[in-house]
């Protein structure tokens, strides 16, 4: 009986974990859409409001994805990433490789970025500074 | 003749309020308000935050401490340390969960041009805690009263109630980790610009410094400290440390951050 429970736990813990990778690997992947391809019309999908309204409101956030240049989004474009669910609440820390080669070593770092689920889906609530 | 020294001294007074840090009389006037904190330069705020009495932390005396680390820490300008301690709690992992915020420090300002949040210094982990903001594996070398402090056992870890012992993985080639001999100052906001890794970020067409103002704060904060501690005679920032864009272009005014605080009476190198 024992046995049963504790399989019946991991089975549900690798479900759930399988869904909220799959949610993630779909989020960055907008993500990148919006990020590389300027498809704009995703932010609502890729966005909490909150980070939108501290951005400055959803038209300067466009202004600023229109304003990287194509080399830096050529370079930006080369990420991994990797997530974490948070220890206590409902969070989840996704770290973000930047792998670009012509970057220099300052440059070339991991971003932590904050997920969080908005009307049930994960949505990035912005960044914060990687730190241990 | 006598209106005019009332005058005089009531025009003193009221420059006191204003501005509590200028001159010595107001720092008279300021004193008594925290009797355990010298006022001399900024108030602090203090918070009882969250803590984790799972996590393992460990216990330095203050004197180890030669350096002050400063941070952005890329979230919004209105963040709260309260927030910063609630993330942290919930990062690491379950085996080896954070204990509480990773900062010593944490100053709010606004950006250039805002008028929110209210300047503000809090507290944030206590200076007696090794910290969690240069790199968790990061080593650097130690003076021989930081060798004698390790080597006497003062530097122990463990948990909340918990028994307290040497960590020999805090030594590593003669070096110790660079969290223990520095504390983490960190500004609340994100000074980089707008990327593909870095969202908070500014735009390019309007980038962001720190104002006068907060470059002031982090002076004054860093010269109270060295005053109580006079070990503390550095002042680095978190991509010394290892490859990170944090403190942003926080890291560009240092050197005007090490001149005003030398206007206090510090000398930071």
Known sequence: ?132 | MFKFFLILISSSLAFAQDCYHCGPLAQTYTQPQVPEWPIEYTEIEKINYARNPQASFCKRPIEMVDTIVLHQSETPSTDTPQRINEFHLDRGTAADPWYMIAYSYAINSPYPGATSPRMRVTEGRPLDIVGAHAGSNVFVPMDSEQQKMYDDGKITCGKENGEFKVDPTLIKNGKIKANVTTIGLVVIGNYSPFSKTNPNGYSKKNPRYPTKATQDQIARMSCQLQKKHPRMKNIKWHNYYHATSCPGTIQQYIGRIKALARNYGCEFN
Do not use: C
Request: glycine residues 4%.
């Open chain 1, 1 to 132: 009986m024992r046995v049963q429970l504790i399989l019946t736990f991991i089975f549900i813990s690798f479900n759930s974990f399988a869904t909220d990778d799959k949610s993630m690997q779909d989020l960055f992947r907008k993500y990148d859409s919006v990020m590389d391809n300027k498809k704009i019309e995703l932010i609502d999908e890729v966005f909490t409001q909150k980070f939108i309204k501290e951005s400055g409101g959803k038209e300067e956030l466009i202004e600023k994805i229109k304003e990287l240049s194509p080399s830096a989004e050529k370079a930006a474009a080369k990420t991994k990433m990797s997530w974490k669910k948070g220890l206590k609440s409902e969070i989840y820390f996704a770290t973000v490789k930047d792998l670009s080669q012509n970057k220099s070593k300052k440059e070339n770092h991991e971003s932590e970025f904050i997920v969080l689920k908005e009307d049930g889906k994960l949505k990035i609530d912005g960044t914060i500074s990687d730190g241990n």
